[in-house]
């Protein structure tokens, strides 16, 4: 017996959806073939931006390549006079480049030929503090090397390299390093923790990190000064623009954080290469934060933490800014080195909302899809669809809802993943996750197949998982969830254990399941389970072999 009643209040806000406001989209690929792509929300036409074809070369403004000279006033004063003259573009041809913090203007395409490798200097002299962002937050911090503000129609293209020199900025754990990278790192130079696990590049860096205590509690420009070279920024940062592109080029190397538009409209992001050392701190990839109406296509990451993070901010600040990230359409990149492949939060206090995600592969990335929050954030994230998802590889879980993100480490029982939370009052604090789509998932070994760690005053709630074969050590584990269906499961374990387990969850329904490896295959517990429905494909379920039942919420598990 199958609950329809369950089965069809989950699926039909989905699919309803799908069938609704589903529009085609022409989107062009990196060979200038197009594919048409079946949106499932109404998306606005990107407002792409163009550009007169009046060229200026930064060589004819004084740049010397191929030197440590810095290039920084020749780059600039081009930028400037193309944009005072109407805009147009800015050559950067082929050779070695250094400079100093570059700023973008209104209608200028920062264009580098192949072979131009833009190299930002060591000298961090060069970088001023200045009123900036960071993790959400309005904070004093270094100028960015690629920056603009409040600019409309712009674009950085071509084949080169920017190179943000992150290792003269960038702290390092000794966890991240071999023993011999670790003994080379500290002979170089620089300053060890108190402890003597992180190594700090310079004194500046140490007492701005280590000595927190003695920072102004009202901090300016003025009197941040002595901690400057703690003060990382983002190495390419655009702030409340208007129809950016970002096409072709390489950008690495970063000292924090390496793209990160923040409240800016009408966003092309496409055949990018975006590369971190794995070590690295802080070390994300592309941080959509606060952003609306865009696309990233055909990108390759190999990053030291989240790879393609969508954000809003963080906290009270978050949400009084109240500028969800949404209308995205994200497709073709690949992953190869990340913390999380695709990641939501953990600074979503201002909503993250319409995010379609088609056709990523991520391999060897730590965690999969990743979506993480804690009481506080406050913020809603609905309506992400996510299709064709492929993963190999993965050290930890592929898909991931952690709602204690920082927060107090959670008893779990070792072969149920079991906990039991406190329920808290709902507020403007509380995060919420719901109404997720997910479809054609497939996982070549991970340790955990599903991790879904919801809290009980606002359950994980409305996800449907259709269509996915993954290959993990352990398999689903789900603590306060709701609305949760499977259509067309496939587990295949490499350790016996529990195929599926949840507890404290409603309105569950599991149909098309199929597994292999496991001595179990359900465990169901949690005093507030409820309306959970059972279907394993062509295989007839025991209870209390295939399926085991906290006896209190037995008659509330049906299975078939």
Known sequence: MIKIKNKLFITVFLFTALSCVSQKKVVSNVTGKSSVLKIPFKMPEIQIPTFKKDTLNIVNFGAVPNTEALCTKAINDAISKCSESGGGVVLIPAGLWTTGPIKMKSNVNLHTQNGAFISFTSDLKQYKLIESYFEGSKVIRCESPIMGINLENIAITGEGIFDGNGAKWRPVKIGKMTAGQWDELVKSSGVLSKDGKIWYPSKGAYLGNEERDKLP??????????????????????VNCKKLLLDGVTFQNSPAWNVNPLMCEHLTLRNLTIRNPWYSQNGDGLDLESCRIGSVTNCRFDVGDDAICIKSGKDKEGRERGKPTELFVITDCVVYHAHGGFTIGSEMSGGVKNIYAKNLTFNGTDCGLRFKSVRGRGGVVENIWMEDIRMNNIPTDAINFNLYYFGKSLKEDKNTGEVAVAKEPVSEETPAFKNMYFKNISVNGASQAVKIMGIPEMPVEGILFENMVIRADVGIQMNYTSKIEFKGLDLRLDK??????????????????KSTGENQMFWVGGAATKDITLNSEGRKMIWDKDVKVLEAVKNEVKIN
Not at 219 to 232: D, G, S
Not at 496 to 513: L, M, R, T, W
């Open 217 to 238: 509690k009202k901090q300016t420009v003025e009197n941040m000064e002595p901690y400057k070279e703690a003060l990382r920024p983002v190495m390419v940062n655009f």
């Open 496 to 513: 016996p254990g529990i195929a599926v387990s949840f507890s404290n969850s409603q309105n569950v329904n599991i149909e098309g399941f």
